[in-house]
């Protein structure tokens, strides 16, 4: 209170200073046994030390504060949750600003960054993430987080625990101490304001600021500014750079802008189109903290596999987050492919056709979906040709698209022996929208062609045609000639020879 605390302030960090409570009873305690109070109080300049040794143990501990020259701010720190032999280390560099205007800053960094609920686990994930990803030198701001980081993780629900404030601002203090000489109106407010002006909602704001905290102690106009302008210099129009901020803070780091810069200029050395890695960071922006080096690794395997220069363009376009995989985790899924029978050929068309799988985890997603056909009732002798056919398949979500088309199916009569022959025959069925694909065109083969429900089990493909443009002008030419004819003869055949069997017309 002498320094200016408010009553309720005060009681609240005496309540959250323990160790700092701790250190002054034992002081007073050390004196009181030695007697050693008149040469304390030459030294402190406080009252005489026969009358000092008369007060009651509350006054002394009292009096042994007021001799500190803190300013109060060590117990100030010490009540966020910073340890006492840090607070002793911080306290000198921001005394300063004065305990009032500490407490109410202190306030205000804590509402700013954790008042806004909902994102805690969003948050957690993408710091984790950025620190999995990054393999370039790290600057000093970012040397800086990840030092933050690693304290986050070495204590209990690490990095999850990010966004709760009780756990993590502790260590955030610990870590920019120099956060509480940030003016909120000079300095924290105007970079608040700056943020929403770049498309950044208000509530993701602390996404940013928690994943780099270094953006809190930078100038908006001599920093930020000037890095975002680096990147619209690159090619990054500004309307993306919110949205590539929000998703990766570390783009305002110079570590991360010089990388960009020498990953444009390895893809041009290796004659390498490297207009794709713009439209890829946009969507992808963690690609930014991965080093050329590990980039080439997963080009080398890529010629390995036999993908041409010109089909890598296409398939990073597609998944740029490959570029982010170690090359152990895409030999996994190569060699995933290669024990069902594949040889590195037909994996590099894999790779072109559907360049997600090798993003893929091999225990969790892909031997799943395996297992979960095999235990359907598909044959393992049939899964190559299936997978080859349809290797999408490996990336659609077995409860919500595998499981209710085939038991749509088996709802309209069909075994699972009918539907596995089904499948194994034509496996892009499992893709299909019920509602907008295998429901019309059923309804149209049973109620309006008057087919068996068996026809489809002879020819699946029946439901890749389009309806409108195909099924139903079709059908109706060959029911106006009383033609009966199999789904075969009437679907699989070109428009030629369709015109020149059923109509008459030679090409």
């Known amino acids: 209170r002498d320094h200016g605390a408010s009553p309720e302030d005060a009681a609240a960090i005496a309540a959250r200073a323990p160790g700092y409570a701790a250190m002054l009873a034992d002081g007073v305690r ?22 000092m040794g008369a007060l009651g143990f509350g006054r002394k501990v009292y009096f042994m504060g007021r001799s500190r020259r803190d ?7 010490e009540s966020l949750g910073v340890r006492l032999s840090s607070a002793k280390l911080i306290a000198p560099y921001v005394a300063a600003e004065g305990l009032p205007v500490l407490i109410r800053r202190a306030k205000f960094l804590k509402e700013m ?15 984790k993430r950025m620190m999995a990803h990054l393999s370039i030198p790290a600057d000093e701001a970012l040397q800086s987080t990840l030092s933050f980081f690693e304290k986050m993780e ?22 920019f101490p120099m956060l509480l000489r940030c003016s909120e109106e000079n300095h924290l407010k105007p970079l608040i ?6 498309g950044i909602p208000k509530p993701r704001i602390p996404s940013v600021l928690l994943a780099f905290p270094p953006i809190m102690l930078s100038d908006v106009e001599k920093d930020i500014k000037r890095r975002i302008h680096a990147w619209e ?33 390895f893809f041009n050395r290796r004659k390498i189109s490297s207009a794709f890695l713009g439209t890829a960071v946009k969507s992808w922006p963690h690609i930014l903290g991965c080093s050329t080096t590990r980039m080439n690794s997963i080009l080398v395997l890529f010629d390995d596999l036999g993908i041409s220069k010109k089909m890598v363009v296409p398939v990073l376009t597609s998944s740029p987050q490959l570029l982010l995989r170690k090359a152990n985790e895409f030999l996994q899924v190569v060699s995933f492919f290669e024990d069902m029978g594949f040889d590195k050929k037909a994996v590099g068309k894999i790779v072109c056709r559907s360049p997600e799988i090798f993003a893929s985890d091999v225990e969790n997603t892909l031997k799943k979906k395996i297992d979960f056909l095999i235990d359907f009732g598909i044959s393992e002798r049939h899964l190559p040709r299936i997978i080859k056919k349809y290797p999408e398949l490996l990336l ?27 499948i194994s025959r034509f496996s892009p069925l499992l893709g299909y929208s019920i509602e907008h694909v295998l429901k019309p065109k059923l309804d149209f083969l049973l109620q309006t062609m008057k087919k068996p429900l068996k026809a489809v089990v002879e020819y699946p493909r029946y439901f890749s045609y389009s309806l409108e443009g195909r099924i139903k002008p079709r059908f109706w030419i060959i029911k106006s000639r009383n033609i ?24």
């Open 154 to 175: 070495a204590r209990h629900g690490g990095l999850s625990m990010l966004a709760h404030g009780d756990v993590s601002f502790p260590y955030l203090i610990e870590s």
């Open 484 to 507: 009966d004819c199999s789904l075969t003869d009437m679907l699989a055949k070109n428009n030629e020879l369709f015109a020149e069997e059923y109509l008459g017309i030679e090409t």
């Open 193 to 198: 304001d700056f943020l929403k002006h770049i």
């Open 113 to 127: 960054l954790f008042s806004s609920s909902g994102y805690e686990t969003l948050i957690g994930r993408n710091a």
């Open 396 to 422: 659609l979500d077995i409860n919500r698209t595998l499981l209710p088309r085939m038991n749509y199916f088996l709802g309209k009569g069909l075994s699972k022996k009918d539907v596995c022959s089904m």
């Open 71 to 77: 300013g109060a701010v060590v117990p100030l720190v």
């Open 233 to 265: 210099k690159a090619g990054i129009e500004q309307e993306y750079i919110g949205r590539m901020l929000l998703k990766y803070p570390w783009i305002l780091s110079a570590s991360v802008i010089e990388n960009y810069k020498q990953a444009l200029l």
């Open 30 to 51: 050390e004196l009181d046994e030695l007697g050693l109070w008149a040469s304390w109080s030459a030294g402190a300049g406080a009252r005489a030390g026969a009358e």
